[in-house]
């Protein structure tokens, strides 16, 4: 008996042994993978090759940005302002403009100093400033802002040397079960390491950007880590640590990140010298299948994407994509869902062509679609100064580009809200960006110089008829 246990115990300590030499492996770049371990005792199970390798390319972002504190509610009654004075206004007496200050993290990318975090680290701010790992720090502009992807880039200012940028992996390389690492700054108590698998590699419908295409991870991710590093056993960028799901404020195991081929894109587009990500076109509203809707269609599941529409001589229209199709792949990538579709179509290089795989009566086709930026036309931006329901908005024609930059349906034309003055009337009143104006007392607004002219003229009442969300409702205001 002693015998077998003796056995048993050496049979398990040899194989916790070669899984031991299997992680270590992994651990190391792929030209250490040859090396042999002589003995156990020159074994260690540590990540902190890796983590020497990938922590002087993780920064800190601060951001500040001047607001104005109102400590009074009477600050708001325009009675009391006009006697009494504005908040910060000479003979006022509200308080002054204070400092508000946001912490995340960020990942140094290009040697020329070139970083990426997340937009919502650095939204609305007056300064930045960008502390490097050896304690040094940096003041920073934007370079390029993405909002629909929730990341920016910055440039470090006035500055000469390399920096130490980090290698970019790929995240479709990535597989549930995977070991990665997060690196940031969480809570502002210095860069912080921590560990765990990949959850999932395509969590959609998470409702945090535009693009909702994340890798999900189990590895600690609090506040202050926005904008830090998710990297594989390699040391390679996998991804842009953004949100968590938390009912407490802290880590519980569910952290989502940018997966980094979205990141590549947003990369490129600030080397080139854009001020923008320019991104393929469409031309098509799609929508989610059902498993009703699935089952009417012959699929054998509800995967894919419905085409509930084509725009006219765009892209999908010129491929011949039709109302009714369902994408099923791109270039050989399957799709689950139309949030699966919009990252993969995003991500691909403009200028070529990508395939589509689609379902259509029941049978399997093929289509290629040119990679192409949606039309644009002048925008003639307008921010309305006269006193009507719409004072405080700006407002915009918009063309293809602009309707695909707001997630609005392609086929929309007239003039849309891009932007709203916060306390301004129109806010109050409650109208949003993305809202098509249609009509203002019964005449039909085709473009911003016919919603300044009649906003302009007196009005008793204001007859206004909007879209938004695909639904078109009717609102009257008194004059």
């Known amino acids: 008996m002693k015998n077998t246990q003796w056995a048993a115990k050496t049979a398990f300590a040899q194989a916790a042994f070669a899984g031991a030499l299997a992680l270590v492996a992994l651990a190391q770049p792929a030209a250490a993978q040859d090396r042999v371990v002589p003995s156990p005792d020159q074994l260690r199970l540590s990540y902190a090759p890796v983590v020497k390798r990938v922590t002087p390319s993780v920064v800190n972002v601060y951001a500040a940005k001047a607001v104005q504190v ?15 004075g504005a908040p910060g206004a000479p003979g006022g007496q509200g308080a002054p403009p204070q400092m508000q200050r946001a912490l995340g993290s960020g990942v140094i990318v290009d040697a020329s100093g070139l970083v990426v975090t997340n937009n919502h680290v650095v939204e609305g701010a007056d300064q930045i400033k960008v502390a490097l790992s050896d304690k040094r720090e940096f003041d920073a ?17 006035d500055v000469a ?23 940031g700054n969480p809570f502002g108590v210095g860069q912080t390491v921590t560990h765990g698998i990949v959850s999932a590699v395509a969590r959609t419908q998470v409702g945090i950007t535009d693009y909702q295409f994340f890798i999900q991870t189990d590895a600690a991710i609090n506040p202050g880590n926005s904008g830090g590093a998710l990297v594989d056993l390699a040391g390679r960028l996998a991804g842009i640590n953004t949100a968590i799901y938390s009912r407490s404020g802290g880590s519980q195991g569910i952290g989502f990140a940018v997966p ?25 509203k799609l929508q989610v299948l059902s498993a009703e809707i699935a089952e009417n269609l012959g699929l054998k599941r509800p995967a894919g994407a419905l085409v509930a529409s084509v725009v006219e001589n765009s892209p999908a229209a010129k491929a011949g994509l039709r109302t009714g199709d369902v994408i099923v792949s791109v270039d050989g990538q399957l799709i689950e869902d139309p949030n699966s579709f919009d990252y993969r179509f995003a991500t691909k290089a403009l200028g070529g062509s990508a395939q589509l795989g689609i379902v259509r009566g029941g049978k399997d086709s093929k289509l290629t679609i040119a990679l192409q930026t949606a039309p644009d036309s002048p925008r003639d931006e307008i921010t309305i ?20 930059e707001l997630r609005l349906d392609a086929s929309l034309s007239g003039v849309v809200i891009i932007d709203i003055t916060d306390g301004s009337i129109a806010q109050n009143l409650g109208f949003q960006k993305g809202d098509v104006v249609i009509a203002v007392n019964n005449t039909a607004i085709g473009a911003t110089r016919d919603l300044d002219r009649i906003t302009k003229a007196q009005a008793r009442a204001w007859q206004i008829t909007i879209q938004r969300g695909g639904r078109q409702m009717s609102v009257t205001f008194a004059g």
């Open 161 to 183: 040397e390399k920096f130490p940028a980090i290698e970019i992996g790929d995240s479709d390389a990535l597989q549930v079960g995977d070991v990665v690492l997060a690196v």
């Open 70 to 84: 109102r400590n009074n509610p009477l600050f708001e009654d325009p009675l009391f302002r006009r006697f009494f």
């Open 385 to 404: 100064q006269s006193r009507s329901p719409f004072l405080g908005a700006k407002v915009s024609n918009l063309s293809p580009a602009l309707a695909d």
């Open 260 to 284: 980094v081929n979205m990141v590549r894109v947003v990369i490129a587009s600030a080397r080139s010298g854009n001020s923008v990500v320019k991104r393929p076109y469409l031309g098509a």
């Open 141 to 157: 502009d934007i370079v390029l802002k993405d909002p629909r992807s929730d990341l920016v880039v910055l440039k470090l200012r």
